[in-house]
């Protein structure tokens, strides 16, 4: 059967963010329906039938994976892929979004940082951590040390990229990097925690160019 619009969109985000569960589906591709989910189901069902996606029932609702992903069903990393997925709704009913990025890589993975996601959100350039478990304070300067020294490698030709760790937990940083750094339990409370969203507004307009290999 000839995949439609939609069908192709939804295995594109299958594949850009790994996993995604049934109602995130509904939300992003058939929010214009009267009844989201039963449609979802349907498209779902039909795709996972002619063998174009993927999906793991030990989770409720059920998560579905694009047909290329390699995950195991039961991994650990589900959770984390779908609390990416979040942090991607959640932004994007917060303003411009012209950019997501899951796990980008830079340079070698023994030399730089790997975030969890990189963004353009109101002509604000962010690397963001999506930080599920608890680090120590040294594990934690250890990642930053790694984000240093992906601003130094030269991959990076706009410099003014913020780095932002979502987590409950809050940890001792000082201000030794050639970044900004902030802390927040979730985008919104970043932005309410801004007076007048002064670090957005204040970015330069400039778009950023990253080198990704």
Do not use: W
Not at 139 to 146: A, H, N, S, T, V
């Amino acid at each position: 059967m000839m995949l439609t619009n939609r069908d192709k969109a939804i295995i594109r985000d299958l594949n850009k963010f790994r996993v995604m569960d049934r109602d995130s589906i509904a939300e992003l591709h058939f929010s214009n329906l009267k009844n989201p989910n039963y449609a979802a189901n349907n498209v779902l069902l039909r795709l996972l039938r002619d063998g174009q996606i993927q999906r793991s029932t030990a989770f409720v609702p059920y998560v579905y994976f694009g047909p290329d992903v390699q995950i195991k069903k039961n991994s650990q990393k589900i959770g984390h892929f779908l609390a990416i997925l979040n942090v991607y709704k959640e932004i994007r009913k917060l303003g411009s979004l012209e950019s997501f990025l899951v796990e980008p890589k830079y340079g070698k993975k023994s030399e730089c940082a790997e975030p969890d996601i990189y963004c353009y959100f109101r002509k604000t350039p962010f690397f963001i951590e999506v930080q599920r478990t608890l680090y120590s304070e040294k594990q934690m300067i250890e990642k930053l040390d790694r984000y240093t020294d992906l601003f130094n490698s030269g991959l990076l030709a706009d410099r003014n990229t913020r780095v932002l760790i979502l987590s409950d937990q809050r940890y001792a940083i000082d201000d030794e990097y050639p970044f900004k750094v902030f802390q927040a339990e979730s985008f919104t409370d970043f932005l309410n925690g801004l007076k007048g969203h002064s670090a957005i507004q204040q970015s330069k307009p400039e778009g950023i160019k990253i080198k990704i290999g």
